[in-house]
Nanobody, 127 residues
Framework: QVQLVESGGGLVQPGGSLRLSCAAS????????MGWFRQAPGKERSLVGS????????HYTDSAKGRVSISRDDAKSTVYLQMQDLKLEDTAVYYC????????????????????WGQGTQVTVSS
């Protein structure tokens, strides 16, 4: 059973930066494609971006492009979400997700493509 544990959330001022981490265990991390999602109060969970097994193929939503960066460290079994120029509307619970895949380049984008989910970490952008 794959377990995902997010960390790094917190309170940040508008324009600030934050890096979230998601540590995976329970399977070979290199077999996983990873994604970051977020869910604001009263809204559906939505994709921020995803990273393929090879670490080079990435997908970002239009709203995230230019302000976020996803990376992975296979030696640490960890995926990161670096966010900058944070805005009030970025306030949400951020979740990482994982799926075992045979593809080295696939960047899953739909919620139903992912099998495993973390518990989420709160990011609050406020002055």
């Amino acid at each position: 059973q794959v377990q995902l544990v997010e960390s790094g959330g917190g309170l940040v001022q508008p324009g600030g930066s934050l890096r979230l981490s998601c540590a995976a265990s329970g399977t070979s991390f290199t077999s996983l494609a990873m994604g970051w999602f977020r869910q604001a109060p009263g809204k559906e969970r939505s994709l921020v971006g995803s990273i393929a097994r090879n670490g080079y193929h990435l997908h970002y939503t239009d709203s995230a492009k230019g302000r976020v960066s996803i990376s992975r460290d296979d030696a640490k079994s960890t995926v990161y979400l670096q966010m900058q120029d944070l805005k009030l509307e970025d306030t949400a619970v951020y979740y990482c997700a994982a799926v075992v895949t045979g593809s080295y380049i696939n960047t899953p984008q739909r919620l139903d493509e992912y099998t495993y989910w973390g518990q989420g970490t709160q990011v609050t952008v406020s002055s």
